[in-house]
């Protein structure tokens, strides 16, 4: 494991790594070039088992980062909860590595916790990589509770230059406080690799923590990269209704027909 300096960076950027090795040192490459010397950061990356010499590349890293390797896979939740305990930065950006940052993407999010109280996480827009269609602006809810990107498909950007609250946000990209995503327990890892961004929202909303979008923070998503990405999808739908579909239906459902 490479070492960093011993003074606390304000960021750490956690990155859960399944093979797409390409993609990785894309990710990477994007960070640095948009981050260093801006802001102190760290990246923490979780390789979960790959098979594809993802191990080797990331052993070959040096600070800013730091690198953990599973013998047999864990998941997205299991992931990100190890790397928040093993952290050091105040923030937790939380990152697919099929995401690719571009220009002023961070410094906005973190603005909003100084511009705002009680803020829970804060996500960006996020726009398909091969394509010309946006993908995630903020998440809504179908009148069943059925959690849906606004935005998704769109080819124009709406509320540029805003901060819009929303009830939740995709974990694709987004930051927290590091202190609030551990007094919650992190990511409920009932869920296996979908669902557990939302419900910790919507836990944190039920704490009176909010949720916004900063609208001019746009990112590329190449979106379900990862093999097996959505082999988990029905069971953890049932699980997030069994749990909040009551609720959606009878407020957050209704608080998005009013957007």
Not at 119 to 147: C, E, W
């Amino acid at each position: 494991m490479s070492e960093i300096t011993t003074e606390a960076p304000v960021v750490s950027i956690i990155i859960s790594v399944y093979g797409q090795l390409a993609y990785t040192g894309k990710c990477l490459e994007n960070i640095e070039r948009t981050l260093c010397g801006l802001i102190s950061y760290e990246v923490l990356i979780v390789d979960d088992a790959s098979e594809d010499g993802t191990k080797e590349f990331l052993l070959s890293l040096k600070s800013p980062h730091r690198v953990f390797f599973n013998e047999i896979n864990q998941g997205y939740a299991k992931n990100n909860n190890f790397a928040a305990h093993k952290a050091k930065g105040a923030f937790l950006c939380f990152l697919n590595n099929d995401v690719f940052v571009s220009g002023n993407w961070l410094l906005p999010m973190l603005e909003v916790y100084k511009n705002k109280e009680k803020v829970g996480v804060v996500g960006n827009v996020q726009r398909l990589a091969n394509s010309l269609r946006y993908d995630h602006m903020g998440m809504v809810f179908s009148p069943q509770g059925i959690p849906r990107h606004y935005g998704q498909g769109f080819f124009h950007r709406p509320f540029k230059g805003k901060v819009m609250q929303w009830s939740a946000v995709t974990a694709a990209c987004c930051i927290t406080i590091r202190e609030s995503f551990l007094d919650f327990s992190g990511f409920d890892e009932l869920f296996v690799n979908g669902c557990e961004d939302i419900d910790l929202c919507l836990r944190m909303g039920e704490n009176g923590f909010l949720h916004y979008v900063v609208h001019d923070s746009v990112v590329y998503h190449i979106k379900c990269a990862s093999h097996g990405r959505l082999d988990h999808n029905m069971q953890n739908e049932a699980k997030f209704l069994e749990r909040w579909e009551k609720k959606i239906i009878s407020h957050y459902f209704p608080s998005d027909c009013r957007r």
